[in-house]
């Protein structure tokens, strides 16, 4: 009998041209900027910002329950998550960002914004090698070529970079590490998220990173006692104090769809693009913000060039040949 044809199987849905899922990574991390400026306001009026933080979570996790109750395919693809097949430690993605905001709560303070953002950068860049060359990601497998060492190392530079001549804070060697696993703590966090999002859909995972990150939060704040003096509390009355819940959506999923379509990597370096270009742009417009910084440009433009830079060699994986028909390891059809 003469051997079919074999065809090609259709690649998955929801992936993104390269260019376009790192412009929506850009984007979103212009909203991590914006979200880092509205939580540290919201947490130094408050006077508590592990407090912050749990009202971050809390506005995230209000939003995605609208969306539940307006989208039935959000709720459809919850319900797949049965079916997904999945081994239960890719749900744990929103962990990563239930520590880095805890971290950033307590280090900031200790080793100031500058400092803090450099040993984060140098966690997620190093981490995002890890988990691509490990495979932990939806894209699989990526080498350690010298390319994308050489992005990750770009990345370090251009936040180091856009801080020049902002007071680095003092060196702390406990903080710093902790910055840096808050780093890493991300990178893990993108590289889940993706899994889940490859799975079941973005919006789905993006409701599993909150539900999963919202009740770890909750436990630090009421180990911590944040919960003690809540009738005490001086709550501002300026609305956009509270948007920090919106924009940590708007990160969990432009993170999505970037792992999904480029790596992990190269997501983390153009979100750390967009920090810094968000940097720029809300130190230009915020009446008491410094004002236009070169060496911020720089950063976004440098981190940019790491961005293209990771991605020189990468090549498409081919697409897994199926048999129309089952075959015989010879490859003569059954039957």
């Given at each position: 009998m003469r051997r079919r044809p074999a065809r090609r199987s259709r690649p998955s849905g929801g992936v993104l041209p390269g260019w376009l899922a790192l412009g929506l990574v850009v984007l979103g991390g212009v909203a991590s900027a914006a979200q880092g400026l509205v939580n540290a306001e919201l947490g130094e009026r408050v006077g508590n910002p592990t407090i912050g933080a749990v009202v971050n979570n809390l506005g995230g996790c209000l939003l995605i329950g609208v969306g539940l109750l307006l989208?039935?395919?959000?709720?459809?693809?919850?319900?797949?998550?049965?079916?997904?097949?999945?081994?239960?430690?890719?749900?744990?993605?929103?962990?990563?960002?239930?520590?880095?905001?805890?971290?950033?709560?307590?280090?900031?303070?200790?080793?100031?914004?500058?400092?803090?953002?450099?040993?984060?950068?140098?966690?997620?860049?190093?981490?995002?090698?890890?988990?691509?060359?490990?495979?932990?990601?939806?894209?699989?497998?990526?080498?350690?070529?010298?390319?994308?060492?050489?992005?990750?190392?770009?990345?370090i530079g251009a936040v180091a970079l856009a801080q020049t001549g902002r007071p680095l804070g003092e060196l702390a060697v406990a903080p710093v590490l902790l910055a840096v696993a808050g780093g890493i703590a991300v990178a893990g966090q993108a590289a889940l998220n993706g899994r889940v999002?490859?799975?079941?859909?973005?919006?789905?995972?993006?409701?599993?990173?909150?539900?999963?990150?919202?009740?770890?939060?909750?436990?630090?704040?009421?180990?911590?006692?944040?919960?003690?003096?809540?009738?005490?509390?001086?709550?501002?009355?300026?609305?956009?104090?509270?948007?920090?819940?919106?924009?940590?959506?708007?990160?969990?999923?432009?993170?999505?769809?970037?792992?999904?379509?480029v790596g992990v990597l190269r997501t983390g370096l153009a979100l750390v693009a967009g920090q810094l270009a968000g940097a720029l742009l809300l130190d230009a417009v915020v009446p008491t913000g410094p004002g236009p910084s070169l060496p911020v440009l720089a950063g976004a433009v440098l981190t940019l060039v790491a961005v293209l830079v990771a991605g020189i060699g990468r090549r498409a994986r081919p697409e897994p040949v199926v048999p129309a028909e089952p075959v015989e390891p010879d490859g003569r059809l059954v039957g």
């Open positions: 989208a039935r395919p959000v709720r459809a693809a919850l319900a797949g998550l049965r079916h997904a097949g999945l081994p239960w430690w890719a749900y744990l993605g929103g962990l990563g960002g239930a520590v880095i905001v805890v971290v950033a709560s307590y280090v900031v303070p200790v080793l100031g914004v500058a400092l803090f953002t450099i040993a984060q950068v140098a966690g997620s860049s190093f981490g995002g090698l890890a988990v691509d060359r490990t495979g932990l990601a939806p894209t699989g497998r990526l080498a350690l070529t010298p390319a994308r060492v050489t992005g990750a190392l770009l990345g999002g490859a799975a079941v859909g973005g919006a789905a995972a993006t409701v599993v990173n909150f539900a999963v990150g919202t009740p770890a939060i909750l436990a630090v704040a009421a180990l911590a006692g944040a919960f003690g003096n809540l009738a005490g509390l001086s709550w501002p009355a300026q609305p956009y104090l509270y948007l920090g819940g919106l924009c940590g959506v708007a990160i969990v999923a432009a993170l999505l769809v970037g792992v999904r379509s």
